[in-house]
């Protein structure tokens, strides 16, 4: 069948497992990769692997506007407003999960090097949208959410520097067969300083070309082909486009005199694109691999999750936050998602030894958390005191979370 049937297919079947999956209060991502794996070839092969992997061209875009979105957060007026006290929460909650899953990865599971350290960099990033979604159903206000907000508006972009990082080092050790040298540790800084330049210039070339922009469409067009550009002259350079188009976001964000309405400009365009990446996503995953996977998966799920509250706790008495915020932080860091498949898919394509099963980890690992993250997020807001329901429904939604 012709590829735009299965598009088809794919979008549809996105749209309606993620109403059916909203019924149950859960995100829609989760209904997307659902979808996914209903529609694949694990289950009714509506969409065949071969079909799926002819459109990895949607994967590759949506990772460029994800990235895109994640620079955007890099406004010095706001870092400047958030302070370094969240700064320093989000290096230590996102290198816990990244030490914590190499550590049981390398000396308790005895995996390859480059296979833990790929897992480990992919635990850094969190899914910001379902933490949020949860903070706005219940009013959620104090200084547990202050805290919050900013960590998972920067949480993704140090897990991708890190990735960056890990990978290029992951593919010297399987190149030099396992040995490392100070030009095979220079490598991946190399790598990231071209991107950021080529990013920044980029974005500077955004922001002034955008102000010639005649409409709202002409401006979508523009910055639509200036992230698609980017994401095929990084990928023929061999750099992340990850780190290039998320430098563009941040250098619009803090030149670009329209700056919001360039930023925002995509949102027209995306979500047909984010739908079909995570259904695609979940078609992809291999549920007869996960027999193979079992103990490092599960040990991947909580790892990560013992990272991230171990970390957050070590951060926020660093950063003297209050009590509460040490106390419950971490544990409105667990939801996973797009960034991370993102980062498995692309783990897939530079190191494909390791890449069915690193895909389908972090697959089945973001089911989990997107469905037991959203339920945390409510049980810490409502133990930290920041959550205010109407009080003629607070006894009803307080035992329908078990709270």
Known sequence: MHSLYYIGIILFAGIIMGKFVSIFKLPKVTGYLLAGVLIGPSILNLVPSNAASKLSIISEAALGFIAYGIGS????????????????????ESLGAVMVVDFFMIVILRQPIEFSIMLGAISAATAPAATIMVLKQYNAKGPLVDTLLPVVAMDDAVGIIVFGICMTIAKSLIDSSSK???????????????????????????????????????LLSMTIATIFVSVGISTKLNISPLLTCMAIGGTVSNIAPNHQRVLSIIDRFTPPVFLAFFTIAGIELNLGILKDVGLIGVTYILARVLGK???????SRLAHCSSTVQKYLGFTLIPQAGVAIGLAMVAESFIPKYGSAIRTIILSATVIYELIGPLMTKIAIFKAGEAHIPDHKSIKDLHKLGV
Do not use: C, M, R, W
């Open 180 to 218: 490392l040298t100070i030009a095979t540790i220079l490598i991946p800084f190399k790598e990231i300083i071209l991107a950021f330049l080529i990013g920044i210039g980029v974005g500077i070339l955004l922001s002034i070309i955008s102000k010639y922009a005649e409409g709202q469409d002409q």
């Open 73 to 92: 957060s890099f406004n010095y007026n706001h870092l400047k407003q958030v302070g370094k006290g969240v700064i320093i929460v989000t290096i230590f």
């Open 309 to 315: 509250t171990l970390g957050a706790s070590i951060g």
